[in-house]
């Protein structure tokens, strides 16, 4: 037996629940704090090793340098490993969801599926930079290692950039087509 305001309460939390969980993501805060997160995390996670250990190990050299010359060799031989013993299954099985997630959100219309098509995507491709500069940096250390380093975070910031903007620019059409501005 429900009391009198007690409907009333419920229909307000599905509500607000709603509201907070809400899958047309391009309107939707939490879709764009990911996107930042995302990407902020991938340009300092160098291959695994932090970039202000690479800036300090550059400065000052010493067990920065150390530190940063055994972190890359460890990410960079698990990534080789995963490569090469796995690399196939990644690819087709990231390819199929990826094919799924452009299809339903770009063919059948599902924001969602757009949305999370637009984090997938690159970050795929920044798997691939990561694998690329993994086989590349395989016997390097000090100054070599670091250049090397800083040559893929750069990498990854500009398609950072790209990639923030196109999903910018697709979520305002998104938005203005549906009203929701």
Known sequence: MTRPGERKVLVDFYARVSEVIDLRSFSN???WIALAV???TASHWVIGVPWDLVQRARRRGGAAGEDVNQLSR???GRLRHIGTS???WIVAIGAFLLTTLG???FR???EFAQ???CLGFPMMLVGGLSLRTAFRIEDLS???LYRALAAHRRQVQGLGVVSIFVTALWGMYQNLRIGVL
Do not use: H, P, T, V
Request: glycine share 16%.
């Open 29 to 31: 805060l939490w879709f």
């Open 38 to 40: 995302m990407w902020s």
């Open 74 to 76: 460890i990410y960079a």
């Open 86 to 88: 796995a690399g196939l």
């Open 103 to 105: 299809l339903l959100g």
């Open 108 to 110: 059948y219309g599902i």
């Open 115 to 117: 949305a999370l098509f």
């Open 142 to 144: 000090g100054r070599e």
